[in-house]
């Protein structure tokens, strides 16, 4: 099955004799990629081809877990196509990568495209391909798949079956590298924790079909991504491997990856409420942009369940003279602004209120501040009290705690979603949350004590993507 989906995907009244949906019922993220219906989860086979980004995420249907298909070219506005892999003789598509084969190594293209290839887990049955000759539109399997298969495939065990391929190109030894979750042991361990079990395998192939084992590294889960980054204001570049919450820095030598640092969290929201990770890159402009999973948002009575993130640019940034990981929106969503309201300086007084902003549940705010001894912030998104002291937010029952004091932060609140931005992103913390009916405009209060001083305040309002 293939194609695109007829133009009201995203435009139009709400047909009612179809159920087509409007994209704008009331929990209807604005500004987050959601499915026009149905559930999705983890972000998969993320390529850039000829100006276009490529969004692959997994999707429920009938016959179990398939690939959902969507494009775009400025990471905002998407469509969405019809499915891209279907299960297949009852082994469903899980995620995985997608490639761009430039050399075509894997002798798949037949046209004038460079053939894109699609790696992925074939639930129960091993690692699979499937590859493409029209820029992803339309998708073919290998007729000799599974092209990788390992000892605890077949069972279907979460914490014991390899999942999850993250394939890239080694200029150096002229080799595809393949990064794979995999558990050693042939049992599950009780009382261990599922990424304790298990960790990131390397294997080699020159055409993407015959796949040599190079090495293991424990400690890992789901969902690996290994990439390079610059340093800021350095002359270096650092290898980061991440699984679906964690990551760490370390060295590449196309062999093995060695970490240099301990596991850290990608983020300190509500527990794994951000997960299954995943990057664009080899984009014109040098970056890496990350797309993940929301996890675990209740939507009801909508026609869609699940979002993923606001697509992130990576930096990795020495604080105190370590690497740390640091992500902020792109840049690209300046192209949604609407209503803004900008201030340069505003002193807070304890019991003072000073509200900013507009009646709307999609906006991006962005503050600098400082803090006297003992006060704390308190203001309100989306109904979640949010309270920053200068060591600290606080988010109900989940914190954050940058390196260094709490100087400025970035607020992406989205109908059903607020993602936190802490010191220009060295930590950042993501919520799903069921808005209230009434939304009031953004109230900053002082408590316990001594004044604030606000810088730069910006509140933006967001408008529809969808439009």
């Known amino acids: 099955m293939s194609g695109t989906l007829p133009a009201w995907s995203f435009a139009g009244e709400f047909d009612r004799t179809t159920d087509m949906p409007r994209f704008d019922e009331p929990l209807r993220p604005q500004f987050h990629f959601t499915s026009q219906t149905g559930y999705i989860n983890d972000p998969n086979g993320l390529f850039y081809l000829d100006g276009v980004y490529h969004l692959f995420f997994q999707r429920r249907t009938d016959s179990g877990k398939a690939w959902g298909h969507a494009t775009s070219t400025d990471l905002v506005r998407w469509t969405q196509h019809d499915n891209a892999i279907w299960p297949q003789d009852g082994f469903q598509a899980y995620s995985g990568c997608a490639v761009v084969d430039w050399q075509n190594t894997s002798g798949f293209q037949t046209g004038e495209h460079p053939v894109v290839v699609a790696v992925f887990t074939s639930w129960g049955q091993g690692q699979s391909l499937a590859y493409s000759n029209d820029r992803g539109e339309t998708w073919t399997r290998y007729e000799g798949n599974p092209v990788l298969r390992l000892p605890n495939d077949a069972l279907k065990s979460y914490p014991l079956s390899a999942r999850d391929p993250h394939v890239m190109w080694d200029a150096g030894r002229r080799r595809w590298a393949m990064v794979l979750y995999e558990n050693l042991g042939s049992e599950v361990r009780e009382g261990v ?22 090495s293991h590294v424990p400690g890992f889960y789901v969902c690996p991504d290994v990439f390079e980054l610059p340093v800021e204001g350095e002359d270096a570049r650092v290898w980061v491997a991440m699984d679906w919450e964690k990551y760490a820095v370390g060295r590449f030598d196309s062999t093995t990856f060695t970490p240099t640092t301990a596991m850290r969290p990608l983020d300190f929201g509500r527990p794994q409420a951000l997960s299954a990770n995943q990057t664009w890159k080899h984009l014109p402009d040098g970056r890496v942009v990350q797309i993940c999973w929301i996890r675990g948002g209740k939507y009801p009575g909508m026609p869609f369940d699940q ?111 607020i993602e936190i931005y802490i010191n220009e992103g060295e930590t950042t913390m993501t919520f799903t949350v069921l808005p209230p009916d009434e939304t009031a405009e953004v109230a900053f209060r002082v408590d316990g004590g001594g004044t604030i001083e606000l810088k730069r305040v910006a509140w933006r309002e967001v408008g529809s993507a969808w439009e």
């Not at 924790?193 to 190079?214: H, I, N, V």
Request: hydrophobic residues 40%.
């Open 193 to 214: 924790a599922r990424d304790e079990q298990g960790g990131f395998s390397l294997f080699e192939s020159a055409d993407l079909k015959a796949w040599t084992r190079l």
């Open 307 to 417: 979002q993923l993130s606001f697509p992130t640019e990576l930096t990795l940034r020495r604080i105190n003279d370590d690497l740390r990981l640091c992500k902020q929106p792109v840049a690209e969503i300046a192209s949604l602004y609407g209503v803004v309201h900008e201030h340069n300086v505003m002193r807070v007084e304890p019991n003072q209120a000073v509200r900013i902003g507009g009646h709307t549940q999609s906006y991006d705010l962005e503050f600098e501040l400082e803090l006297e001894p003992g006060a704390v912030v308190n203001f309100v998104v989306l109904g979640q009290s949010i309270a920053v002291s200068s060591d600290a937010v606080a988010v109900g029952d989940q914190t954050g705690r940058p390196i260094e004091p709490v100087r400025q932060m970035r607020v992406l609140a989205d109908r059903t979603s």
